[in-house]
């Protein structure tokens, strides 16, 4: 499991964010390939669709987002993770390994930085409207990473993790047409449902979240 990165574009300058997370990945992956293993996981971002970081306003193509939703990278973090799902998809190819690239949300667990992030979407929506409103608690994640290591993947695959709901008591709909309102909706969006496809989550791994937040006003 590759799971170390430098998480946001927002502290490193581009080319430190963009160097380093696409060459500790190229390097683990070539490393674990040559040494004969033949499963791994790496992580990913739902960042590499390039919203939350945008230094412009950027809404989804569509939604439910999902692993074939064309990305939008327009930050060094969200091309260095579009990258790093490049290069899993060329290790795979090259020493017949299985590789998932794990696209987390905000992660964070329930005695640390997650209730305090809750809170403030809730209270401000906006703030995660680059997200999607998603989150994933830190136990759940690691669970993610660890079906991801024993599932029967065939060559390299992109799956979207996440809590099934969001961090926003009010409706997932009423906040799409709020902040992405010309965004189209494929398909109807029940309750607080989170705006990502988790098929490929449960129906691959057999994943889905058990852990699950919401913020206060």
């Known amino acids: 499991m590759h799971l170390a990165a430098i998480p946001t574009p927002l502290d490193d300058p581009p080319e430190v964010v963009f160097g380093t997370n696409t060459l500790s990945t190229f390097t683990v992956l070539d490393a674990a390939g040559r040494a004969g293993v033949r499963r791994a996981v790496i992580a990913s971002s739902q960042a590499a669709s390039g919203l939350p970081f945008a230094g412009r306003e950027l809404h989804p193509v569509y939604v439910p987002v999902g692993e074939d939703t064309p990305d939008q990278a327009a930050d060094a973090y969200a091309l260095s993770k579009r990258a790093d799902e490049l290069t899993a998809d060329m290790m795979a190819r090259r020493y017949a390994t299985s590789v998932v690239a794990l696209r987390y949300p905000f992660v964070g667990g329930t ?70 309102p010309h965004t189209p909706v494929r398909r109807p969006i029940e309750g607080r449902a989170v705006p990502y496809d988790l098929t490929a989550a449960e129906q691959v791994l057999g994943f889905r979240a058990r852990h699950h937040v919401v913020g206060t006003r």
């Open 111 to 180: 005695d640390e930085r997650l209730p305090e992030y809750a809170d403030a979407v809730a209270k401000d929506p906006a703030i995660g409207a680059g997200s999607l409103w998603a989150y994933l608690e830190t136990r759940d994640a690691a669970e993610a990473a660890w079906l991801a290591l024993g599932c029967a993947a065939d060559g390299a695959v992109v799956i979207h993790v996440a809590a099934p709901e969001t961090l926003v008591p009010e409706p997932t709909a009423d906040l799409l047409r709020r902040y992405h």
